[in-house]
T-cell receptor
Framework: SQQGEEDPQALSIQEGENATMNCSYKTSINNLQWYRQNSGRGLVHLILIRSNEREKHSGRLRVTLDTSKKSSSLLITASRAADTASYFC????????????FGKGTKLTVNP | DTAVSQTPKYLVTQMGNDKSIKCEQNLGHDTMYWYKQDSKKFLKIMFS???????INETVPNRFSPKSPDKAHLNLHINSLELGDSAVYFC????????????FGQGTRLTVV
């Protein structure tokens, strides 16, 4: 299975601190995506990084990808209480797969 | 305007009943999906359609039948509901399959009693 595995499963930090979440996967990928899910809501796309990219930024988000280690990390800088949510990585396999395979998610709590 | 909308948001029903969940997207995307999220938040793909054609059918009981009348709509019909079907079902769409971002609906929380 190419399913991603996020680490840690849960993370609790104070506002203003940085939050780092990791994702590992098993097979070669075309891209890796990060999504956020607020409680009781649908998933919202955050960032997509392609297999030939190593780092990508979007606002306070920084994503890295290491295809040799089959891992990615999501860094949220200067966290806010509104960042409290579950974060999922999802991978698209190389070679024509039409599906995204999601990991189990990291539940982030940012305390005011 | 809501990009991907699904109805109903909540569905409580008895075992053995048949129910449908509807999904519509106004983004002009070619690909639509159904995902199931269990109580542990694990999200698993069930079906994927591209231009009304079924392209992914994961190991899902045949009590679940998707229908895509046009590329903007993907409905999910479930026959003979079981307790284990209780979950949150998400519809999603994308332009370019898994190689681009997916847009998700707000989910339908199905509770089978």
């Amino acid at each position: 299975s190419q399913q991603g595995e996020e680490d840690p499963q849960a993370l609790s930090i104070q506002e203003g601190e940085n939050a780092t979440m990791n994702c590992s996967y098993k097979t070669s990928i075309n891209n890796l995506q990060w999504y956020r899910q607020n409680s009781g809501r649908g998933l919202v796309h955050l960032i997509l990084i392609r297999s030939n990219e190593r780092e990508k930024h979007s606002g306070r988000l920084r994503v890295t990808l290491d295809t040799s280690k089959k891992s990615s990390s999501l860094l949220i800088t200067a966290s806010r209480a509104a960042d409290t949510a579950s974060y999922f990585c999802a991978t698209a396999a190389q070679g024509g797969s039409e599906k995204l395979v999601f990991g189990k998610g990291t539940k982030l709590t940012v305390n005011p | 305007d809501t990009a991907v909308s699904q109805t109903p948001k909540y569905l409580v029903t008895q075992m053995g009943n048949d129910k449908s969940i509807k999904c519509e997207q106004n983004l002009g995307h070619d690909t639509m999906y159904w995902y199931k999220q269990d109580s542990k938040k694990f999200l698993k793909i069930m079906f994927s359609y591209n231009n009304k054609e079924l392209i992914i059918n994961e190991t899902v009981p045949n009590r679940f039948s998707p229908k895509s009348p046009d590329k903007a709509h993907l409905n999910l019909h479930i026959n003979s509901l079981e307790l284990g079907d209780s979950a949150v079902y998400f519809c999603a769409s994308s332009q370019g399959g898994a190689y681009t971002e997916a847009f998700f609906g707000q989910g339908t929380r199905l509770t089978v009693v």
